[in-house]
């Protein structure tokens, strides 16, 4: 075994943690070598997100000391950052130790002479993004690690703005919970009058504010029985969407009782996340049994929602984020435009690996739609950027992530089950169903399909598999993808847009980002990107072709899984 990991756990050892942190540490040591190694080979990274990992003992785990570490860091730059005052907003979801982690984040910033303003109940992470707002704060945190396995937490810190961290704070609040040696640099004794529980009054104003966003309250009315099930996958989700979506008429909302109660183990699913149909099996067998008209699912944090709406064929089918990303953002537009509230001083937004056809949307109402790097965070910047001068109309990426309106400054499924169910009650309304809606999307603007192929390298050697594997692409592109040349190269970790043709290049625009993009002749992008916050590496494949009769659908489509198939095999990637 290395020295350096062994002396490193032995610290762990001392009288500095308590006892069942040094037993754990000590069995490793004894019986587990591997663990020991995978646990203490590395500092766990606070990155430009915070922290996300699995849980359990060690350097490289998330547990109170390095989430302590973290906040101690955040706290420093907060004072140094703000004069008087400091408050922060502090929540949690349903993963097993969320409610110890937000605590200990409440204590430390507490120690620090911060006032912490503590969700009492786990409550969705786009209801922190609204509470700093509301509270005036300067920062808040959400422990949780999204739609990752059960094994995984995490710690998403925000600015005073509602969104997360973005430069300089992003780095500079890293440089300084880089700086903290160990817990020995922790705050851990708490002035307890600094820590504010809070609930039903962050819930109310959360509420209010959703309902003041919403577009087609007489279609609501209409299409009150509109036939709704949902589920919460045993997260946050089941704690605002029901009663948001009944406080805004709809009365026939079923939801999987299995998968109510918070649980952290998610015993029902494999993975809880909603981009997966595994996922959404029990809430589609629900549907099938009530005869629903739309399908919800949330992930534990809700901030990312699956959907599944009644095809040509009357059966339920799954849209991807792409096409419900699509929908939303054609269901605003049109809706801002009867509403005559389009001026010309309106946006949409969406992230560079998120289908063109939002962007063809937006246009068509000379709305303009812009393209920012992977993350919601980067939309919140850009909203804030253009406060006072133009006005969000709504936007997201293809993970599933949406937001309308600037109440909040994070994807927020809360707001968009609510949008999607007052879409669904629109169409309803003018004898369609949503289904029928994406074909007249289709039709108009050109029929795009999407994919997503993630492939998982984990531990030390998989960090530098996925490294050479973008070094390979980056190096030799492809020639062409289908049999469609590639024209276009966007670097956006080099910051150049090369034409593969003539060897021009121009600046991307956008920030540094280890990304690669390739266009080629037709159209087709295709994108590799590693993941931030997963030991994977993902690409992302867009595909499009006309639609000339809806009748036409499922050929068009199926030939376009094809080219993307065919693009997979050109990568070597099946």
């Not at 969705?124 to 920062?139: D, E, M, N, V, W």
Request: hydrophobic share 35%.
């Amino acid at each position: 075994m290395d020295n350096t990991i062994l002396e490193k756990a032995k610290q762990w050892t001392s009288d500095a943690f308590n006892a069942e942190t040094r037993k754990e540490v000590q069995k490793l040591i004894e019986t587990n070598e591997t663990e020991l190694t995978e646990s203490f080979y590395r500092e766990l990274e606070f990155g430009t997100g915070g922290l996300r990992g699995i849980m359990g003992v060690g350097t490289n785990r998330i547990n109170i000391y390095t989430v302590g570490m973290a906040t101690q860091g955040l706290a420093n730059y907060l004072k140094n950052s703000f004069e008087g005052e400091i408050s922060v907003a502090i929540a949690h979801d349903s993963r097993n130790n969320s409610s110890l982690f937000a605590r200990k984040t409440a204590e430390v910033f507490a120690a620090n002479g911060i006032k912490a303003y503590l969700f009492s109940e786990l409550r969705p992470t786009p209801q922190l993004s609204f509470a700093i707002r509301h509270y005036g704060c300067k920062s808040g945190v959400v422990i949780t690690a999204s739609h990752n396995p059960k094994e995984y937490n995490g710690y998403k810190a925000y600015w005073e703005d509602g969104g997360q961290l973005v430069a300089p704070h992003d780095k500079n609040v890293i440089a300084e919970v880089q700086k903290i040696a160990g817990p020995q640099d922790v705050k851990w004794n708490a002035d307890e009058s600094l820590i504010e529980t809070v609930l039903e009054d962050i819930d109310n104003a959360y509420i209010a504010g959703l309902k003041s966003l919403c577009l087609s309250p007489e279609a609501v009315k209409n299409q009150s029985d509109l036939n709704i099930v949902f589920t919460s996958l045993h997260g946050t989700g089941g704690t605002m969407v029901p009663r948001t979506l009944k406080e805004l008429g709809f009365t026939n909302v079923s939801t999987v009782a299995e998968q109510d109660k918070p649980n952290g183990n998610f015993p029902t699913v494999v993975s809880p996340n909603p981009e997966e149909a595994a996922a959404l099996k029990m809430a589609l067998e629900k549907a099938e049994a009530v005869g629903a008209d739309l399908v919800m699912g949330t992930d534990p944090d809700a901030d990312r929602v699956g959907i599944a709406v009644r095809n040509s064929n009357g059966e339920l089918q799954l849209l991807n984020g792409n096409m419900t990303g699509s929908l939303l953002v054609y269901y605003l537009i049109q809706r801002w435009s009867e509403l005559g509230n389009l001026n010309g001083k309106q946006f949409t937004a969406k992230t560079i690996v998120t289908s063109a056809l939002i962007k063809k949307i937006s246009e068509s109402q000379n709305v303009p739609c812009y393209d920012v790097l992977t993350g919601f965070k980067y939309i919140a910047e850009l909203i804030l950027k253009l406060e006072g001068k133009e006005q969000f109309i709504g936007g997201g990426e293809e993970s599933y992530g949406y937001l309308a309106g600037d109440l909040v400054r994070d994807k927020d499924a809360v707001l968009s089950c609510v949008l999607i169910a007052e879409m669904c009650a629109w169409a309803k309304d003018q004898g369609k169903s949503l289904f029928d809606v994406l074909q007249d999307i289709h039709s108009e603007f050109g029929f795009y399909l999407e994919d997503l192929i993630s492939i998982t390298k984990k531990g030390m050697s998989g960090a530098e598999e996925i490294a050479k594997m973008m070094e390979d692409l980056r190096s030799n592109p492809p020639k062409q993808l289908a049999g469609s040349e590639v024209l276009t190269l966007r670097d956006y970790k080099l910051g150049k847009v090369t034409n593969l043709t003539n060897g021009s290049q121009t600046g991307t625009g956008l920030p540094s980002s280890n990304v690669l993009q390739f266009e080629t002749a037709d159209g087709t992008v295709v994108t590799a990107r590693p993941s931030g916050t997963e030991p994977k590496i993902k690409f992302y494949f867009s595909v499009n072709s006309k639609l000339k009769d809806k009748a036409e659908y499922d050929a068009v489509r199926a030939a376009l899984k094809g080219k993307i198939e065919a693009i997979q095999v050109d990568l070597g990637l099946k």
